[in-house]
């Protein structure tokens, strides 16, 4: 068999790297109110890595819409939407020693939602306190609290970041971590007790 020449090789290589960005489509920011503008400016934002930003794409999920799916090992979450679509968003995972999987439904959303880190936590790095909502707060600008199957709250949360430029990273205490547009866009698109998958 008759090797191809190299300029057709480069040719359909290139074309076979387009194929999957066709299936890729921006979306554009949500709205915001004046004090998201305020206090998002205060929190800035790296160059964004585009496997990290946020895509329309075709659903590889399978789950019905409305769900969100976290993909640790990609560090991606998926919200699921009508027609075989997703939005997927770029996250940080828990690091391996809190990482976790499993199930869980929202059970609250809250802008800039104050913080109050679990005794554990505390425990483990004392100089961790209480802090109210605003762009030093950990949370970021919007929370999705998760409770497990009883309906008890996980401690675990999906929530906006003041350190963006540990998107793509595993280093959390387990919480999903989004850039605060992300978040807000997420938000604004989530219904009340959404199903939430982690994996």
């Known amino acids: 068999m008759r090797r191809p020449r190299p300029a057709l090789a480069l040719v359909l290589t290139g074309a076979l790297l387009a194929l999957p960005g066709c299936m890729y489509k921006a979306t ?24 990290f930003a946020r895509y ?8 019905a819409p409305g769900t969100i799916v976290v ?4 560090r991606q979450l998926y919200y699921v939407l009508p027609d075989r679509k997703a939005i ?7 690091d391996e020693a809190y990482g976790w999987n499993g199930t869980a439904r929202i059970f609250r959303k809250a802008a800039w939602p104050d913080w ?25 600008a919007r929370a999705l609290y998760l409770a497990d199957g009883s309906g008890k ?3 675990y949360r999906i929530h906006g970041t003041n350190e963006p ?29 959404a199903r939430v998958i982690v994996r």
Do not use: F
């Open 28 to 51: 554009p920011d949500p709205e915001l109110s004046a004090k998201d503008k305020e206090w998002m400016a205060m929190v800035p934002e790296p160059e964004i890595d585009r496997r």
């Open 56 to 63: 329309m794409i075709e659903d590889p999920t399978g789950e």
């Open 71 to 74: 993909e640790t090992k990609e």
């Open 88 to 94: 997927r968003y770029g996250v940080t995972v828990g």
């Open 116 to 140: 109050h880190p679990p005794a554990e936590m505390i425990k483990r790095w004392p100089h961790v306190h209480a802090m109210q909502g605003g762009p030093a707060n950990p949370l970021g």
């Open 153 to 155: 709250d996980t401690l």
């Open 165 to 193: 430029e540990r998107i793509g990273q595993a280093a959390s205490s387990g919480c999903i971590r989004m850039r605060n547009i992300d978040v807000v866009d997420l938000y604004n698109r989530v219904g009340a007790d």
